[in-house]
């Protein structure tokens, strides 16, 4: 089924098991290693992990230390399945439009594909815009599961 024009999808497949990929998602500690776009280095990450329960973040643009805040709400976890949350950002053009994303995870071929959707967009411009954002932080997020693997991420 085509994407609508408030949709986004980014799909991503990890030479790493589901329980440990779904842990970089639940552990604030790890997840503030990946939390940030491309040019940018996360400055604050917390969550309750629970259905209910709020996170919260920023990012700090490396080039003039710019704070991007956001945060939401978890609406539904499905240990090594699914993780449903808001998302809206405190400042900006998108500031208090509140967005949906859904983290799916499966396995195929030995590897861990998580699928990222993010709804609705008020515009197709600003579905455009956060392409390249989330793809840099899920490049950031692959980079550190797959540097570390060897490594003991508990």
Same mark, same amino acid.
């Given at each position: 089924?085509? !994407?609508?024009?408030?949709? !986004?999808?980014?799909?991503?497949? &990890?030479?790493?098991?589901?329980?440990?990929?779904?842990?970089?998602?639940?552990? $604030?500690?790890?997840?503030?290693?990946?939390?940030?776009?491309?040019?940018?280095?996360?400055?604050?990450?917390?969550?309750?992990?629970?259905?209910?329960? $709020?996170?919260?973040?920023?990012?700090?643009?490396?080039?003039?230390?710019?704070?991007?805040?956001?945060?939401?709400? #978890?609406?539904?976890?499905?240990?090594?399945?699914?993780?449903?949350?808001?998302?809206?950002?405190?400042?900006?053009?998108?500031?208090?439009?509140?967005?949906?994303?859904?983290?799916? &995870? $499966?396995?195929?071929?030995?590897?861990?594909?998580?699928?990222?959707?993010?709804?609705?967009?008020?515009?197709?411009?600003?579905?455009?815009?956060?392409?390249?954002?989330?793809?840099?932080? !899920?490049?950031?997020?692959?980079? #550190?599961?797959?540097?570390?693997?060897?490594?003991? !991420?508990?």
């Amino acid at each position: 089924m085509p !994407l609508r024009d408030d949709e !986004l999808l980014i799909v991503r497949a &990890f030479a790493a098991p589901i329980p440990l990929v779904f842990r970089m998602w639940e552990d $604030a500690v790890h997840r503030a290693h990946w939390w940030a776009p491309r040019g940018c280095r996360c400055s604050h990450f917390s969550h309750d992990f629970r259905e209910g329960g $709020a996170w919260r973040a920023c990012f700090l643009f490396e080039s003039s230390n710019e704070e991007n805040w956001q945060g939401g709400v #978890y609406q539904e976890i499905d240990r090594d399945r699914r993780i449903v949350f808001t998302f809206t950002w405190d400042n900006g053009p998108a500031a208090g439009v509140e967005m949906r994303v859904t983290i799916t &995870f $499966a396995e195929a071929h030995g590897q861990t594909i998580q699928t990222f959707h993010q709804s609705p967009f008020t515009d197709v411009a600003r579905r455009d815009s956060h392409i390249t954002g989330w793809s840099g932080l !899920l490049d950031r997020q692959q980079a #550190y599961i797959e540097g570390e693997i060897e490594g003991d !991420l508990s």
